[in-house]
C-alpha cells in the first residue's frame, strides 16, 4: 500500500523513540553495536580510584588500579503491531497511519522506560525514615546523602501517584513552569529536586536518579513491516526493536524503600 511506507515509519520511530521515553535524559544512548553480532553484552561499572593524594618532593607517586564490576546485559526484542482497515487508511481525515506510528513508538517507550525501571529497582534498596507517611518530607535529602558531598548534578525524585498527593503539600513543593521542565511529566520540584510521578512504582518506594545513570544499547533501527490481510482487506503494521536498557553507573540512582515496620 503507497500510502504506509516501512521506510518512512522507521525513520519516524527511530527520531521519536528517544522522545518518549521519560527517562531518556538520564540515559546514553548507545550506538556503537549497530547490527553488530551476539546478544548478551559485558558492560563495565567502574568504580571510583578515590581523591588525589599529597605528594612530598621526589617522593613516590601513589599508584592506583582501575576496577570496574562487569555486568550482563542481554539484548532483547520488542515488537507492537495494529491493524488498519483499507476504509480507515483511506480517510484523510483522520489520518490514522499517523496515530497508529505515533502510538507504536509511545508503546515501545513505555516498555523501555519500564524496563529502566525494573533494572533501578533490582539495585540494592537504601531503607529511609518516613517515605510515604503523610507529613514527612526529609526522608528526600536523606536519600540524596547517598550522592555524597556531590549536590550540584540534576536530580530526579520518581514517586508513586498516591506519594503526589503528599509531596504537593510539601512547604518546599515548588512547582515547575513549562519551559523549567528537566524531564517528561515533572510536575515541580521539593529541595531542588525535580519530581516525577509514575504509576510504576508503589506508595512504599521511590527513586533518585541522576543523568548517566542509565543507558539505553541499540542494536539496530526499527524494523517495520506491514502486512497485507487481503481477506478482511485490511494492513497490519508491525515494528520491533532490539535494545537493551540497564544502568550504567549504580552511584547515579538511588533506589529508595521504607524502613521495615513504617
Known amino acids: 500500500d503507497q500510502l504506509i511506507n516501512p521506510q518512512v515509519i522507521g525513520n519516524f520511530l527511530n527520531k521519536k523513540l528517544v522522545n518518549k521515553i521519560v527517562l531518556a535524559p538520564f540515559a546514553t544512548i548507545?550506538?556503537?553495536?549497530?547490527?553488530?553480532?551476539?546478544?548478551?553484552?559485558?558492560?563495565?561499572?567502574?568504580?571510583?580510584?578515590?581523591?588525589?593524594?599529597?605528594?612530598?618532593?621526589?617522593?613516590?607517586?601513589?599508584?592506583?588500579?582501575?576496577?570496574?564490576?562487569?555486568?550482563?546485559?542481554?539484548?532483547?526484542?520488542?515488537?507492537?503491531?495494529?491493524?488498519?482497515?483499507?476504509?480507515?487508511?483511506?480517510?484523510?481525515?483522520?489520518?490514522?497511519?499517523?496515530e497508529a506510528t505515533n502510538q507504536i513508538a509511545t508503546s515501545i517507550a513505555q516498555k523501555v522506560d519500564n524496563d529502566f525501571l525494573a533494572a533501578v529497582k533490582a539495585l540494592d534498596p537504601t531503607p529511609v525514615e518516613?517515605?510515604?507517611?503523610?507529613?514527612?518530607?526529609?526522608?528526600?535529602?536523606?536519600?540524596?546523602?547517598?550522592?555524597?558531598?556531590?549536590l550540584d548534578e540534576r536530580t530526579a525524585l520518581i514517586i508513586s501517584p498516591k506519594m503526589r498527593a503528599n509531596i504537593l503539600l510539601a512547604p518546599d513543593f515548588v512547582y515547575v513552569?513549562?519551559?523549567?521542565?528537566?524531564?517528561?511529566?515533572?510536575?515541580?520540584?521539593?529541595?531542588?529536586?525535580?519530581?516525577?510521578?509514575?504509576?510504576?512504582?508503589?506508595?512504599?518506594?521511590?527513586i533518585l536518579i541522576r543523568e548517566g545513570a542509565l543507558s539505553l544499547l541499540l542494536k539496530r533501527g526499527f524494523n517495520v513491516e506491514p502486512i497485507r490481510e487481503g481477506k478482511i482487506r485490511a494492513t497490519t503494521i508491525s515494528a520491533d526493536q532490539h535494545y537493551a536498557a540497564y544502568v550504567r553507573d549504580a552511584t547515579k540512582v538511588v533506589y529508595l524503600t521504607a524502613k521495615a515496620g513504617e
Do not use: C
Not at 45 to 68: C, H, R, S, T
Not at 182 to 191: A, D, E, L, N, R
Open 130 to 150: 518516613g517515605l510515604g507517611t503523610k507529613g514527612q518530607y526529609a526522608w528526600v535529602l536523606e536519600g540524596q546523602a547517598a550522592f555524597g558531598e556531590d
Open 30 to 98: 548507545d550506538n556503537t553495536l549497530m547490527n553488530s553480532a551476539g546478544d548478551t553484552l559485558s558492560i563495565p561499572q567502574w568504580n571510583y580510584i578515590g581523591e588525589a593524594e599529597d605528594v612530598a618532593e621526589y617522593g613516590e607517586i601513589p599508584v592506583k588500579e582501575l576496577k570496574a564490576t562487569m555486568t550482563s546485559v542481554t539484548v532483547k526484542k520488542v515488537v507492537q503491531a495494529v491493524t488498519l482497515s483499507d476504509e480507515a487508511i483511506l480517510s484523510a481525515h483522520i489520518r490514522p497511519v499517523d
Open 177 to 206: 513552569n513549562q519551559g523549567d521542565k528537566i524531564v517528561s511529566g515533572q510536575i515541580g520540584t521539593i529541595f531542588g529536586v525535580a519530581v516525577v510521578v509514575s504509576s510504576k512504582l508503589a506508595d512504599n518506594e521511590a
